[in-house]
């Protein structure tokens, strides 16, 4: 099956024709790549709160922030875990 097209424009912006790849990349050359590649165009969505909290985990406190729309629930839900790297 062929890579859709939007898909390809994405990868096309993230890793532009001649440069190098990430893996080829030192540690913190790799670090600002990747953090130019995610930055969103526009003002972000607006949400009624925005609440840090963190619960344990198996090598110590594990970070997690929840967005609360506004009006009357119940609300949707959805959960995102970052791969790291995976």
Sequence with gaps: MP??????QILAVMSPEGSPQLHELGVE???EAMAGAFQSEGDPEPVARVEDRSFP??????AIRIYWP???????????FHG???
């Design 84 to 86: 790291g790297g995976w």
């Design 3 to 8: 890579l859709d097209e939007d898909v390809k």
């Design 70 to 80: 506004s009006g009357a629930g119940p609300h949707p839900a959805l959960v995102y």
């Design 29 to 31: 050359a790799a670090r």
């Design 57 to 62: 985990g198996p090598a110590g406190e594990v």
